[in-house]
């Protein structure tokens, strides 16, 4: 179980595609924008639709939300990489929400915790200036990057979302990440059967920002 947490934490940091370009949507329905990592880009799935973000779209349909999906995740973001593109995202889309999920690339690339907490911040802060409510998605990383730093780590999402007080998603990969039914072979990317779990993970919170 510890070598597949460490396996699965390991392709987050791969360069890839990012999981369907984010053209512009139709005006006359709101938008969720998506902006994440490898986890929401679908990553080594062999059609992004089948991804979380994907199967979010016929939720929202079958739960009564005329809201469009926009999926502005790129595998291999950071958090910086992530407030650097988040203006022009916000200002192509006007997005009625935001989910946040990002910070698995600074873990493993054992950036400062107080970098990675000061960009979550901001974010969201760009995100509520335009207009948007906001969901944060956080993510755990090994021990082996030691115990101090892991817990400061995790414990940033939390302290993030208590602060500006949004929405917050504790642990995406809950009930996942160890799980290796729904783990592609490789061990370390979640597969199509897990990707309705990680719907399963978001939606009681998401669906708290809708507005039918």
Do not use: C
Not at 71 to 85: H, V
């Amino acid at each position: 179980m510890k070598k597949l947490l460490v396996l699965w934490m390991t392709w987050i940091a791969i360069g890839g595609t990012s999981g369907g370009a984010a053209t512009a949507h139709a005006a006359d329905a709101p938008a969720v924008l998506v902006f994440g990592d490898s986890i929401s880009a679908g990553f080594g799935l062999g059609d992004v639709a089948d991804g979380w973000v994907g199967l979010l779209r016929a939720k929202l349909k079958g739960a009564g939300y005329d809201y469009a999906v926009v999926n502005a995740s790129i595998s291999g973001e950071t958090t910086a990489g992530g407030l650097a593109r988040l203006p022009r995202a916000l200002a192509l889309h006007h997005p009625a929400v935001v989910v946040i999920e990002l910070g698995g690339n600074d873990g493993l690339r054992a950036l400062p915790v107080a970098q990675m907490r000061a960009n979550l911040g901001r974010m969201v802060d760009l995100a509520r200036a335009a207009g948007a409510r906001v969901m944060l998605a956080g993510i755990r990383i090994p021990p082996n990057y030691g115990p101090e730093y892991a817990a400061q780590f995790f414990a940033t999402f939390a302290s993030v979302a208590q602060e500006k007080k949004v929405a917050l998603v504790p642990f995406l990969l809950d009930g996942i990440a160890l799980d290796p039914k729904l783990m592609q072979a490789d061990g370390i990317h979640p597969n199509e059967l897990g990707q309705p779990r990680l719907l399963e993970n978001v939606w009681p919170t998401l669906q708290g920002l809708l507005r039918h």
